[in-house]
């Protein structure tokens, strides 16, 4: 069993009547009830409880999700350290969409992860051109979405160690889409559709490439803490 943890900011879905419409319960709650099957344990936290996301709780997470936009700002440190500190023992995360600015994200990659957007309706088509890799798996040449937010290059993330998805918008512009990275004993998913005026965590692609990362990234091999341990000898015999 993969124990996944969903954090959602939560703060549009209940603010903008649009997007109440597109996820009732939240894009975490539709997250959850699309993802969690025989293989795949879920547990959701929002804003209003993000305190209850504890060490313990990260723990045992094997895979923790990430959506935010508004709030970043009122993420704890302690908790956004936390959840560092959990990838870097052996944890799997994927960073949504707007996530690309959260306290965590931005942590793990050390860069500004700034990028340039626009919000008028383009389609997007999110090219596989790492067929071969884990997370793109059932996925053909492309997913077509017709509504997304566009993001463009440059993105201010440091260089991927894989890429799997390229995005191409209606207005011209380009983006890396999927990305790949380790950090310490843990891997790490950047997948950009998401928009929350878009129904993108309705569709069946988008959620088959969240399902196959959070199968590529769950823990392979895990430290319960991060130390440098005094080896008295160099070999024992
Ligand atoms: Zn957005």
């Given at each position: 069993?993969?124990n996944?943890?969903?954090?959602n900011e939560f703060v549009h879905?209940?603010?903008d009547?649009?997007?109440?419409?597109i996820y009732?319960e939240?894009?975490?709650?539709a997250?959850?009830n699309?993802?969690?099957d025989e293989k795949?344990?879920?547990?959701?936290f929002t804003?209003d409880?993000i305190?209850?996301l504890?060490?313990?709780?990260l723990?045992?997470?094997?895979v923790?999700?990430w959506?935010?936009?508004l709030k970043?700002?009122?993420?704890?440190n302690?908790?956004?350290?936390?959840?560092?500190e959990?990838?870097h023992k052996?944890?799997g995360?994927i960073f949504l969409?707007?996530?690309h600015?959260?306290?965590?994200f931005?942590?793990l990659?050390?860069?500004p992860?700034n990028?340039?957007?626009r919000e008028?309706g383009?389609?997007?088509?999110?090219?596989?051109i790492?067929?071969?890799?884990?997370?793109?798996q059932?996925?053909d040449r492309?997913?077509?979405?017709?509504c997304e937010?566009?993001?463009?290059?440059p993105?201010?993330?440091p260089?991927p160690d894989?890429?799997?998805f390229?995005?191409?918008f209606?207005g011209?512009e380009?983006?890396r889409?999927?990305?790949?990275?380790?950090r310490?004993?843990g891997?790490?998913?950047?997948?950009?559709?998401?928009?929350?005026?878009?129904?993108?965590?309705?569709?069946?692609q988008?959620?088959r490439?969240i399902?196959?990362?959070i199968?590529?990234a769950?823990?392979?091999y895990?430290i319960?803490e991060?130390?440098?341990p005094?080896?008295k000898?160099p070999m024992?015999?």
């Amino acid at each position: 069993m993969i124990n996944v943890t969903i954090f959602n900011e939560f703060v549009h879905e209940k603010t903008d009547e649009n997007v109440r419409k597109i996820y009732p319960e939240g894009i975490h709650m539709a997250l959850k009830n699309y993802l969690q099957d025989e293989k795949i344990k879920i547990s959701t936290f929002t804003l209003d409880n993000i305190t209850d996301l504890t060490k313990e709780v990260l723990d045992k997470t094997d895979v923790i999700i990430w959506w935010g936009h508004l709030k970043h700002h009122e993420v704890p440190n302690e908790i956004a350290k936390n959840v560092c500190e959990s990838v870097h023992k052996g944890m799997g995360a994927i960073f949504l969409h707007s996530a690309h600015f959260s306290k965590p994200f931005m942590s793990l990659m050390g860069t500004p992860c700034n990028l340039t957007w626009r919000e008028d309706g383009d389609y997007e088509l999110i090219w596989n051109i790492n067929p071969a890799h884990p997370i793109s798996q059932g996925i053909d040449r492309f997913i077509k979405l017709d509504c997304e937010e566009t993001y463009g290059e440059p993105f201010g993330i440091p260089e991927p160690d894989q890429l799997v998805f390229i995005g191409n918008f209606e207005g011209g512009e380009v983006f890396r889409s999927g990305c790949c990275y380790q950090r310490g004993n843990g891997r790490v998913f950047y997948f950009q559709p998401g928009h929350e005026t878009c129904p993108t965590y309705h569709n069946e692609q988008i959620l088959r490439v969240i399902k196959n990362a959070i199968h590529w990234a769950k823990p392979v091999y895990r430290i319960k803490e991060i130390i440098c341990p005094e080896v008295k000898k160099p070999m024992e015999e």
